[in-house]
């Protein structure tokens, strides 16, 4: 081993093995980072409320200027319903189901008052709702209402209220620091109701209480009435499904949540990471040709002193190995030094997407770090391979 290391070191080009270095490092950094990019960001477009159940639609009718100017109501008949509801594409149909009373809510944290204003509350059928049975009860003439607010809420108090007023910022996890109150006018007077606020929706713009509180109260309160929704839950197995736009746009339907607009931005965002991993690995394709031809040179240089070593009875394994060891190293120090730049450069870019997306959850860098673990061993095992025919040829030669 160390007449060969003494042979290795006489013929070692710095400049030939500097440029492998750079290059796979640049390689190896542009695959890591892309893989990673696409991991940390893709929740923005595809998150999910993680109450509410995942390919749903929220279906509409359009607002046209003659419907406005005639005063028809955008609500679905019966038959409309029933017409949604044995369309191929449709699982379930549910529809959303407003109060008929008037209703005002006061939201407060650690006393201060950060919302005092009349509201709208809905509800949805309870197979619509993905959290455990005992947080989404109702009791009939309980004063304790488990409530679903919109995400912008508490956008809004994050991003503006909470940094003026010197208050936390709320997450998922804190939600048991908010206030909820909710105020019931009807005919024989007010009623008051303590909201449990026991999630966030990013994809409903109402504030969601349990099937039982609405049917409970409506009949309490409103006299029985009810209305016929203007809203209705359409889950789907596929939401990218052509079947689905047609039949709104036929209909003059509408779909008010973006779920797929982010399937099409999901599909983008994917293709452009796939195209920006692959340049990395055509670099690092390249460099890994760099490598063999500098580990080539060194071997064609020093063929008559290998021939050698082999004569005198060095088994061709015990040859190939520092040369072997040589490109092991150089790929070991080309994935540290990617994921310690991969680190500095995610943790860059992730402190500007907490900002604005403050609800997600901390991701982790250890699929990355798999990734480029993975491509060192291929690499790696590659490099072993080809160093040992190359040596048993000489071998074979003398």
């Known amino acids: 081993m160390g007449l060969v290391w003494k042979l290795l070191r006489q013929h070692i080009s710095i400049p030939q093995f500097a440029g492998f270095v750079l290059a796979n490092l640049f390689g190896m950094l542009i695959v890591l980072l892309g893989y990673q990019f696409y991991n940390d960001v893709l929740p923005v477009f595809t998150q999910q409320d993680s109450f509410m159940k995942s390919d749903y639609l929220i279906v509409s009718k359009k607002i046209s200027m003659a419907t406005t100017v005639s005063g028809n109501a955008n609500t679905f008949s019966s038959s409309e319903i029933d017409d949604l509801r044995r369309q191929p594409f449709a699982a379930r149909v549910g529809r959303f189901s407003s109060v008929e009373y008037k209703v005002e809510a006061q939201m407060g944290i650690e006393g201060q008052t950060i919302l005092n204003s ?30 679903i607010l919109p995400r912008s809420y508490i956008n809004m108090y994050n991003f503006g209220f909470a940094q003026s007023h010197s208050l936390p910022k709320i997450s998922d996890g804190l939600v048991s620091m908010i206030d909820f109150r909710i105020f019931a006018h009807s005919g024989a007077g007010m009623k008051e109701f303590k909201g449990k606020v026991i999630g966030f929706s990013n994809r409903l713009n109402t504030i969601l209480v349990p099937q039982a509180f609405m049917e409970w109260s409506n009949g309490v309160l409103a006299d029985g009435r009810e209305s016929a929704p203007n809203r209705l839950l359409l889950e789907v197995g596929n939401p990218a499904d052509e079947n689905i736009t047609a039949y709104l746009d036929q209909h003059g339907y509408e779909v008010e949540t973006d779920r797929l607009d982010a399937e099409k931005t999901t599909y983008f965002l994917r293709m452009v990471v796939t195209i920006v991993m692959l340049i990395g690995a055509v670099i690092s394709v390249l460099s890994f040709y760099i490598l063999m031809l500098s580990v080539y040179l060194l071997v064609q240089k020093n063929t008559e002193k290998l021939e050698n070593l082999l004569l005198i009875g060095y088994s061709p394994a015990r040859v190939a190995m520092p040369y072997q060891l040589l490109t092991v190293g150089l790929n070991a120090v080309v994935l540290v030094v990617s994921l310690v730049l991969l680190y500095l450069v995610r943790g860059y870019y992730m402190s500007f997407i907490y900002q604005l997306f403050p609800e997600l959850s901390e991701t982790s860098l250890m699929p990355a770090a798999v990734l480029g673990v993975a491509i060192w061993a291929f690499v790696s095992s590659l490099n072993y391979i080809v160093i040992r025919r190359k040596i048993t040829l000489i071998w074979k030669r003398k």
């Not at 509800?123 to 009860?137: A, G, Q």
């Open 118 to 147: 009349e509201i709208f509350l809905e509800s949805v059928p309870d197979e619509f709702i993905d959290v455990p049975l005992k947080d989404w009860t109702y009791t009939a003439g309980n004063d304790a209402v488990p409530v």
